[in-house]
């Protein structure tokens, strides 16, 4: 088995494809439409399938908020230098919600991201990032 990709509903479809492809330096891998039962898809990710996972934005037509509800988490990006990347996120428009620094209890710099549709990013700082794809 192996993970494929994770779906989130978002508001407005182009907005989300902005954040995730500007902000995040994701690529927009396929998008699809069904008009029959009216919602659009748009697949994101690093490197390409079968890569690594993806994200799936699916936008339900005349939906423009989810609440947030108390069970979902955060998605978890590997990053060279999480300080840095907090900049440029913030260069592009980006929301950090938790600067880059050691998470509590250890040594691992993590930081935080929301996107527009108030999803949290984790952004973890990992050596093996430096010269794979993705947000640098």
């Known amino acids: 088995m192996r993970l494929l990709h994770t779906m989130l509903r978002v508001g407005n479809l182009q907005r989300s494809i902005d954040f995730y492809t500007q902000v ?3 690529q927009l891998l396929r998008t699809s439409e069904n008009p029959e039962y009216k919602y659009s898809l748009a697949f994101v990710g690093y490197e ?17 908020s989810y609440d947030m509800g108390t069970a979902y988490g955060h998605i978890a990006l590997g990053v060279p230098d999480a300080y840095a990347a907090c900049e440029k996120i913030k260069a592009a428009g980006g929301n950090v919600t938790r600067e880059a620094g050691p998470v509590k209890g250890g040594t691992t710099v ?14 973890i700082q990992r050596a093996e990032n430096a010269e794979g ?4």
């Open 110 to 123: 993590i930081a935080f991201v929301t996107d527009p549709d108030g999803y949290k990013i984790e952004l």
């Open 48 to 64: 390409g399938n079968p890569a690594q996972a993806e994200i799936e934005l699916t936008y339900n037509w005349g939906t423009e």
């Open 133 to 136: 794809g993705g947000l640098r």
């Open 24 to 26: 995040l330096g994701m």
